[in-house]
């Protein structure tokens, strides 16, 4: 028997009245040379423009207001490798809360001093050597009597990151594909019950990179699997095991899973930056990066809406990538 679907259009609706007042409306690009290159029509969300430069505000922002006022004097704990931590720093920032965030020592720099920027206490582990940040998350959440919010496993996470799909198909309501980046599957799974419920015959896609490819393999056994810690140029995307809540929607609702190679991902991010003038991190241009090397079936001709999900990328690194392509 398939499991139940924890998150509905009306979470996502409702989680969109809650969070206005505290994201930006990004915006939806076109280029006739992407275009062109692709054989199809596509329309980018543009995610690196949202606040803390990531679609991660939208489900911090969803998850924190939920909060009741105890529950905000006792402050929030996460853990992420970037964005999330960000979100999550931010959002506790504006709602007047304090805020703990685990953090992996390779995590990169920009990350870690934008999470200590908007206020929140940063621990660092070192997930190389085995340390697993959700017993440091839970061990803080015991002591200090703070709510956990993890990145992805959480439905009104989900339902906040779904919101960019309400966006996306009212800017562009006759798209006939969605294609997104997939870490955990919250960004994926809560687009596609949006997207799906307002648009049943739409299509949706993800993308992890080939190393990180915990949810493709997922699918492929038919229940959450767990991977070695990826070795991939997408920090964003590191992640070892789907959650049985994103799984259960991304098999449901969605076509399935595309990877992607680093390089791929490095091409992506060069034409977005020559072509377009937009700077985009490894991860965020997964499913661009899909699209660009012919990986989406059944593309051509097709009006197809592509996330760029974030932006947060060192400018030396982000130079180091892309050279040389």
Same mark, same amino acid.
């Given at each position: 028997?398939?499991? !139940?679907?924890?998150?509905?259009?009306?979470?996502?609706?409702?989680?969109?009245?809650?969070?206005?007042?505290?994201?930006?409306?990004?915006?939806? /690009?076109?280029?006739?040379?992407?275009?062109?290159?692709?054989?199809?029509?596509?329309?980018?969300?543009?995610?690196?423009?949202?606040?803390?430069?990531?679609?991660?505000?939208?489900?911090?922002?969803?998850?924190?207001?939920?909060? *009741?006022? #105890?529950?905000?004097?006792?402050?929030?704990?996460?853990?992420?490798?970037?964005?999330?931590?960000?979100?999550?720093?931010?959002?506790?920032?504006?709602?007047?809360?304090?805020?703990?965030?685990?953090?992996?020592?390779?995590? !990169?720099?920009?990350?870690?001093?934008?999470?200590?920027?908007?206020?929140?206490?940063?621990?660092?582990?070192?997930?190389?050597?085995?340390?697993?940040?959700?017993?440091?998350?839970?061990?803080?959440?015991?002591?200090?009597?703070? *709510?956990?919010?993890?990145?992805? #496993?959480?439905?009104?996470?989900?339902?906040?990151?779904?919101?960019?799909?309400?966006?996306?198909?009212? #800017?562009?309501?006759?798209?006939?594909?969605?294609? *997104?980046?997939?870490?955990?599957?919250?960004?994926?799974?809560?687009?596609?019950?949006?997207?799906?419920?307002?648009?049943?015959?739409? %299509?949706?896609?993800?993308?992890?990179?080939?190393?990180?490819?915990?949810?493709?393999?997922?699918?492929?056994?038919?229940?959450?699997?767990?991977?070695?810690?990826?070795?991939?140029?997408? #920090?964003?995307?590191?992640?070892?095991?789907?959650?049985?809540?994103?799984?259960?929607?991304?098999?449901?609702?969605?076509?399935?899973?595309? *990877?992607?190679?680093?390089?791929?991902? %490095?091409?992506?991010?060069?034409? /977005?930056?020559? %072509?377009?003038?937009?700077?985009?991190? !490894?991860?965020?241009?997964?499913?661009?990066?899909?699209?660009?090397?012919?990986?989406?079936?059944?593309?051509?001709?097709?009006?197809?809406?592509?996330?760029?999900?974030?932006?947060?990328?060192?400018?030396?690194?982000?130079?180091?990538?892309?050279?040389? /392509?």
């Amino acid at each position: 028997m398939p499991t !139940p679907l924890t998150v509905t259009l009306a979470d996502i609706q409702a989680a969109r009245e809650r969070i206005a007042p505290h994201i930006h409306r990004t915006p939806v /690009l076109t280029s006739g040379l992407v275009d062109e290159k692709v054989g199809a029509s596509v329309f980018f969300k543009c995610e690196i423009f949202q606040r803390v430069g990531a679609f991660k505000a939208r489900g911090a922002f969803s998850r924190l207001t939920l909060f *009741t006022p #105890d529950e905000r004097a006792r402050g929030v704990v996460a853990f992420s490798s970037g964005n999330h931590a960000q979100a999550v720093a931010l959002a506790a920032r504006e709602l007047g809360m304090p805020a703990t965030i685990v953090m992996p020592l390779d995590a !990169p720099a920009l990350k870690v001093a934008a999470t200590r920027g908007y206020g929140a206490k940063v621990v660092l582990y070192d997930r190389i050597g085995g340390e697993n940040r959700e017993e440091i998350a839970r061990r803080i959440q015991d002591e200090q009597g703070a *709510t956990l919010v993890p990145p992805f #496993d959480d439905d009104a996470i989900i339902a906040g990151q779904g919101t960019l799909a309400l966006e996306l198909l009212e #800017d562009v309501p006759d798209l006939d594909l969605i294609v *997104t980046p997939c870490g955990g599957g919250g960004l994926l799974s809560g687009s596609a019950v949006a997207a799906r419920g307002i648009r049943p015959e739409i %299509r949706l896609w993800g993308v992890e990179p080939e190393a990180g490819d915990d949810m493709k393999r997922s699918l492929e056994q038919g229940e959450p699997v767990s991977i070695p810690l990826p070795n991939t140029i997408a #920090d964003a995307l590191q992640t070892t095991r789907p959650a049985e809540r994103t799984f259960a929607i991304v098999r449901a609702l969605t076509q399935g899973i595309l *990877t992607v190679s680093d390089l791929e991902l %490095r091409a992506a991010m060069a034409f /977005l930056a020559s %072509r377009m003038k937009l700077v985009v991190e !490894p991860g965020g241009t997964a499913a661009f990066a899909a699209l660009l090397h012919g990986k989406v079936p059944n593309a051509a001709g097709r009006r197809i809406g592509v996330v760029l999900s974030g932006g947060n990328v060192d400018p030396e690194r982000f130079g180091a990538l892309i050279s040389g /392509l």
